[in-house]
């Protein structure tokens, strides 16, 4: 084995200490003495925070082991689940949206859910173009920003009605930005995770990240799933560009400015999928990925990045469904105590709240959702993310934790994980709407875009296209020729639907077939790797298709910008640029 990754600072260092006086106390007796709140369904209302509760220290880990040593058995089962709801409301839903609600929660609407299972809060759930995760996403409540904020307002409305309400609720949300995003319209849209790798500038990640980060929490969202961590070791369709790139130390330093700008704007960052779904090219949403790197290999190249991101001060890590045989062969990483406690959190010293991929995901949905919630606490999960069945998840780790089969401080150690980042949240400050697409959140993202445009094939310097310009693309991607066929013709290129020079776009999915061989440019706008198949004489790689990037894809076409990014990834047979530094 090789040597152990050093230990890193982290926050949250009071925790340990707090849980252990905590869990003494209800170990001595407290608990065994507390009368049971009312369980869900019985009809009786959840009791409201006391009036006569001791003053609160201002510190969140000693908040939250107050607040935890006062809970409920109900309401300490609460605070570990985050399931998805139904609806674009918290309390009024369309009756579609009310069936879906019932059948995962025996509940109406998204508020009732929170008041019978004493939730600590929920993740936001949405589809967008090319998404790898559109298999655990049934249901969209994500339509538009001021939707958005009257949605989380009425969540943490509901949440506050709970014992734990002191402590505002975690509204999750996968916003990535690339394949991944919840939330495109009326918001800044970054480019994909490896464009930032390409640009290769963490100052540059960092200000982008903080320009995202503090729209979501004007949105009233305060933790992102984001950003993944993984290494693109292997030709993965399911990570590709959500990664920064293949160099761990790199991506590493990508990793660390993304944290500090999402919580730089009061936003928790999440690193995942520990501990590296870029080593496999398997897909967790359909099976089990099987790792098969050895140990040394997966702590040189997967690690690095989640060490990094530790250091940055990353309040959340999200375990993957990945069956990693150098560690714990058979068991995925989600319910190995070996990878979590002894890597994550004794080797890498992570403290803060250890968070489940989708429950609802094929690698772990084969059991009971009671059975694998109490399996994930077992293991060192503090938070169950999306549980497929939120009624068997609750009911499942409250008879495990009234059998005795989740030890009461193993949960309590969870609960109190948890609280600790609510109070932790509940110090930041919640932006106007207004910061919304403002100036300098589109200029961060336009400079980043910019930087990141990759030559890897053709002549640098001067117009790349002359003339009349067609662009084309493999099928179903009419609105990005449409955004470049605009952004061209803003940077003073003639368009034409046919004739002239061909620019074809190739994106996430495509294959050799979707390549145009009379194509003059071919640009891709997920991995290049399909880059190295095409014949065109100039190539380029932009690895997103938001506005931004092909705006500046445009201006690199017309001359007016020099393509200066370089591939995080290795392409067969193409240099990482074409455009060396001047």
Not at 333 to 355: H, I, M, N, P, Y
Request: glycine share 12%; proline share 7%.
């Amino acid at each position: 084995m090789s040597t152990p990754l050093r230990r890193v600072p982290l926050v949250l260092t009071r925790v340990p200490l707090v849980l252990t006086l905590v869990t003494a106390l209800i170990v001595a007796g407290c608990a065994g003495s507390r009368k049971p709140a009312a369980g869900p369904g019985t009809g009786t209302p959840a009791p409201s925070p006391s009036a006569t509760a001791p003053t609160a220290p201002p510190d969140p880990a000693a908040r939250a082991a107050q607040l935890a040593g006062t809970l409920a058995d109900e309401d300490l089962v609460g605070q570990v689940l985050m399931p998805y709801a139904y609806g674009n409301s918290a309390t009024r839903v369309s009756g579609g949206s009310a069936a879906g609600n019932r059948k995962l929660a025996g509940v109406d609407t998204p508020a009732e859910m929170i008041a019978k299972y004493r939730l600590g809060g929920l993740i936001l759930v949405g589809f967008s173009a090319d998404d790898p995760t559109s298999d655990t996403q049934p249901t969209t409540n994500v339509d538009n920003p001021a939707q958005v904020r009257e949605l989380t307002a009425g969540i943490q409305a509901a949440a506050g009605k709970l014992p734990a309400g002191a402590a505002p609720a975690l509204i999750g949300i996968d916003q990535e930005f690339g394949v991944v995003t919840r939330i495109s319209e009326g918001v800044t849209n970054l480019p994909s995770a490896m464009a930032f790798g390409a640009a290769g500038d963490p100052a540059l990640t960092e200000n982008a990240w903080r320009a995202a980060g503090s729209e979501l929490a004007a949105l009233g969202v305060n933790v992102d799933f984001a950003p993944s961590a993984d290494v693109l070791d292997a030709r993965s369709h399911v990570i590709g560009s959500r990664s920064y790139g293949s160099d761990p130390k790199a991506a590493g330093a990508q990793v660390g400015a993304a944290v500090r700008g999402l919580q730089g704007a009061g936003v928790a960052a999440t690193l995942k999928h520990f501990p590296g779904h870029g080593q496999t090219a398997a897909d967790s949403h359909k099976g089990l990925p099987v790792v098969t790197v050895d140990r040394k290999k997966l702590e040189a190249t997967a690690l690095p990045p989640f060490s990094a991101g530790i250091s940055a001060g990353a309040w959340l890590v999200m375990a993957g469904h990945l069956d990693v045989r150098a560690v714990d062969p058979g068991v995925p990483a989600t319910f190995s105590r070996k990878l979590l406690t002894d890597v994550l959190r004794e080797q890498l010293g992570f403290t803060g709240v250890l968070v489940t991929d989708a429950m609802d995901m094929a690698a772990v949905a084969k059991e009971p959702p009671g059975r694998t919630a109490v399996r994930a606490l077992n293991a060192g999960n503090d938070l169950v993310l999306m549980p497929p069945n939120v009624t068997e998840a609750y009911d499942g780790v409250l008879a495990a934790l009234r059998d005795g089969s989740l030890p009461r401080t193993r949960l309590v150690e969870a609960v109190t994980r948890v609280l600790t980042l609510r109070f932790r949240l509940a110090g930041q400050a919640t932006p106007e709407m207004g910061t919304l697409n403002s100036a300098g959140h589109q200029e961060a993202a336009r400079r980043a875009a910019e930087s990141s445009i990759t030559m890897l094939r053709g002549r640098c310097g001067g117009p790349l296209v002359t003339g009349t310009v067609t662009v084309t693309s493999a099928g179903g991607r009419k609105q990005s020729r449409d955004r470049l066929s605009r952004a061209l013709r803003a940077a003073g290129v003639r368009v034409a639907a046919s004739g002239g020079t061909v620019v074809h776009l190739v994106g996430y999915g495509d294959g050799t077939a979707d390549l145009r061989a009379d194509a003059a440019v071919t640009v891709a706008m997920d991995t290049p790797y399909l880059l190295g198949q095409a014949r065109s004489g100039v190539l380029l790689a932009t690895y997103s298709s938001t506005t931004a990037s092909l705006t500046a894809l445009a201006r690199v076409l017309a001359g007016k910008v020099r393509p200066t990014g370089r591939s995080p990834v290795p392409v067969s047979g193409l240099p990482r640029t074409s455009c060396p530094a001047s």
